[in-house]
């Protein structure tokens, strides 16, 4: 297997057309947009409106690097390399952010004007003249989504975990259009995860089942529903919700799991897809994970690796090259489609639903259901493994584990470790090593701050509204 992955990157390498890296490209302003007040004359320009917000969340800023690649590197399994990192994220895998950095700020920023323009659809689709009432459910319904993912996100990062305090001041709860006079409050987190819960409710009776899972359809409702409640943990519902979200689909075999990451598969539920003219380039999963072509940055932790058995098909996803990095595994689960930048991002899946499904009835006291889940990712790749016959903490630890292993890379491991409060413990090749518990006065790390410039700019908030550990 190592050495079809090695012969994967020198296709690769000689099939990349390299660009030149540079901010000249980005713009602020699209020339082809829509004026605010014309956006609601017809459908077409409607449609156009929301596929503009699908590209606010896949913006590098965003969706498409800043979150995935952030969650990763605030765990202890994956870490930016100590020399030839460009410079990125170097801050967030110390866990040393200020509220005026620009990886506390961009995302913040990003997520509320998505939010903005869900809004606006949500408000207005209503009133499109020559939309049909399905035509206005299906837009409305994916503007539902569209703003519940990017609620639960922002929560995440920036609100400490409802299991900690459900009630805890959260992020800005808006859901306006128009000029808006006032700031908002952060609202309680209960507040924030209830409007969530509704968004997605309403999203599943008015959405149904797309082919084409570059948008959210009532499966991928289905999905962020089951994310939502495993953060409260209602461990019935998103054990229900991530069957719905699963329901048929087969997973990745082998063979395709080693191009599975790069393009959508048959257990796809949800994807981003980047391409040179959404100025991804450089900026995106492969370019930091892929070991040539772009800053192929990151590295895993030998720990984790070891973590892998050797039937573990998955533990081909780490090498070690003397040529490019002697002493870190490099990560080849990420790869561009014949150049640079050029791929997909698989942001929800069906071994992610399979997984909450696992830890759920494990939680439940359901200990059978809980090992079949957890054996239907596991025998994918080591077809020889044992279904787990554990109970108990023993098996929601191995269902944990196994998030770990399987999800790596995909933007999950920092708010596993906030959710369920676990201890952080950053060893072995990390170059910044970390070890705290819940209990201890660092766990604030665990949480972003308020970016500075959003309490600079609403006049509802001061210095005193700023999260602990950065006031």
């Not at 994310?227 to 689909?249: Q, T």
């Not at 698989?346 to 090992?371: D, H, K």
């Amino acid at each position: 297997m190592k050495n079809r992955i090695k012969h994967i990157i020198i296709t690769t390498v000689l099939g990349l057309i390299l660009v030149g890296c540079s901010n000249d490209f980005l713009e602020l302003e699209p020339t082809d947009s829509i004026s605010e007040d014309k956006v609601f004359d017809s459908y077409v320009t409607a449609n156009s409106a929301l596929i503009g917000a699908y590209n606010q969340l896949s913006s590098f800023n965003f969706e498409g690097l800043y979150n995935p690649i952030m969650a990763d590197i605030m765990g202890e399994d994956l870490m930016v390399n100590a020399v030839d990192n460009w410079n990125w994220f170097i801050s967030v895998y110390q866990m040393d952010v200020l509220p005026n950095y620009v990886y506390v700020d961009n995302p913040w920023w990003s997520g509320y004007k998505l939010i903005y323009d869900a809004n606006n659809i949500i408000n207005n689709a209503i009133y499109i003249p020559d939309a049909t009432t399905e035509q206005i459910d299906n837009l409305v319904g994916q503007a539902r989504v569209l703003r519940a993912y990017t609620w639960l996100k922002l929560a995440q990062m920036y609100a400490p975990a409802y299991t900690k305090d459900p009630d805890a001041p959260s992020i800005l709860l808006n859901t306006v259009t128009g000029e808006i006079k006032s700031g908002f409050q952060r609202a309680p987190l209960s507040e924030v995860y209830a409007q969530i819960e509704n968004d997605l409710l309403a999203a599943t009776n008015q959405l149904k089942e797309n082919s084409d899972k570059g948008f959210f359809d009532l499966r991928a409702a289905h999905a962020v529903l089951a994310r939502l409640y495993l953060e409260m943990g209602n461990w019935s519902s998103a054990r229900d919700h991530a069957k719905l979200a699963s329901e048929g689909l087969e997973l990745m075999d082998i063979n395709t799991m080693f191009s599975g990451f790069n393009r959508r598969n048959s257990e796809t539920i949800y994807t981003i897809a980047y391409t040179q003219d959404d100025n991804n380039t450089y900026l995106s999963i492969p370019s930091f994970y892929w070991p040539v072509g772009g800053y192929s940055s990151m590295r895993a932790d030998s720990e984790f690796v070891n973590t892998f058995t050797a039937a573990d098909a998955r533990k081909s996803f780490f090498l070690k090259v003397d040529d490019i990095d002697p002493d870190r595994y490099l990560i080849v689960k990420f790869a561009h489609n014949n150049s640079v930048g050029n791929a997909e991002r698989i942001c929800i899946r069906a071994s992610e639903m399979l997984l909450i499904e696992a830890e759920c009835e494990a939680e439940l006291g359901n200990f059978s259901e809980a090992q079949d889940a957890l054996y239907e990712v596991q025998r994918r790749s080591n077809p020889g493994v044992s279904k787990s016959t554990s109970t108990g903490q023993t098996l929601i630890d191995e269902v944990l584990l196994e998030r770990r292993k399987e999800l790596f890379g995909e933007g999950f491991r920092w708010n596993d470790i906030k959710r369920r409060q676990l201890p952080f413990h950053r060893a072995g090749e990390h170059w910044v090593k970390l070890s705290f518990t819940a209990q201890d006065p660092d766990y604030y790390r665990m949480t972003f701050p308020i970016p500075q410039s959003e309490i600079d700019a609403n006049d509802a908030l001061d210095n005193s509204d700023q999260n602990i550990g950065y006031k």
